[in-house]
Antibody, heavy 120, light 113 residues
Framework: QVQLQESGPGLVKPSQTLSLTCTVS??????????WSWIRQHPGKGLEWIGY???????YYNPSLKSRVTMSVDTSKNQFSLKLSSVTAADTAVYYC????????????WGQGTLVTVSS | DIVMTQSPDSLAVSLGERATINCKSS????????????LAWYQQKPGQPPKVLIY???ARESGVPDRFSGSGSGTDFTLTISSLQAEDVAVYYC?????????FGQGTKLEIK
């Protein structure tokens, strides 16, 4: 059974870079042609898709965040990562990593999520 | 971007009764080549990540009780819970995976009356 686990600082200062890692267990990140996404949920609000990365490193970012987002993958560690630069309080959210079987399929596996608060 | 709009925002239904949640997309999510609707429904309980219930608008995910069903095509979709159980209290989201950026509805909070 595939499991995803987010990790990273829970508190980030304004204007700094938010960095999160998703560790995949129970399966290889580089097998099966899966697409690995980051999704966030502002407190008490809906869901916003940030972007995806393929094991080869190819990415697609939501245009609303594209200028500040960088995703990367480390197949040797079975991890993929998110960096969001120049954060403000509006970036305070629960961040989830998730997997879709192909680029145009729903998210069938999710991490438990990690709350990141942007505050000085 | 495809905008997903759910109705109602909240819903209170008696145990054993039917619950119906609607989702409308700003453009069709039906691929003409394969006749599939690229629409999923998720259930999110407090403190948990969303869980996919329905995909391709009407296909039930493995392990999901058959009281959950999805219908609709093109731009209008419905999630129906035929007989509400206490454990169904949650927020429900629709999501289109027809085109990037993938987008979700604002959510419908389902409670017991």
């Amino acid at each position: 059974q595939v499991q995803l686990q987010e990790s990273g600082p829970g508190l980030v200062k304004p204007s700094q870079t938010l960095s999160l890692t998703c560790t995949v267990s129970g399966g290889s990140l580089s097998s099966g042609g899966y697409y690995w996404s980051w999704i966030r949920q502002h407190p008490g609000k809906g869901l916003e898709w940030i972007g995806y990365i393929y094991y080869s490193g190819s990415t697609y970012y939501n245009p609303s965040l594209k200028s500040r987002v960088t995703m990367s993958v480390d197949t040797s560690k079975n991890q993929f990562s998110l960096k969001l630069s120049s954060v403000t309080a509006a970036d305070t959210a629960v961040y989830y990593c998730a997997r879709a079987n192909t680029v145009l399929e729903p998210f069938t596996y999710w991490g438990q999520g990690t709350l990141v608060t942007v505050s000085s | 971007d495809i905008v997903m709009t759910q109705s109602p925002d909240s819903l209170a239904v008696s145990l054993g009764e039917r619950a119906t949640i609607n989702c409308k997309s700003s453009q069709s999510v039906l691929y003409s080549s394969n006749k599939k609707n690229y629409l999923a429904w998720y259930q999110q309980k407090p403190g948990q990540p969303p869980k996919v219930l329905i995909y391709w608008a009407s296909a039930r995910e493995s392990g999901v009780p058959d009281r959950f069903s999805g219908s609709g095509s093109g731009t209008d979709f419905t999630l129906t819970i035929s007989s509400l159980q206490a454990e169904d209290v949650a927020v429900y989201y629709c999501q289109q995976y027809y085109s990037t950026p993938f987008t979700f509805g604002q959510g419908t909070k389902l409670e017991i009356k």
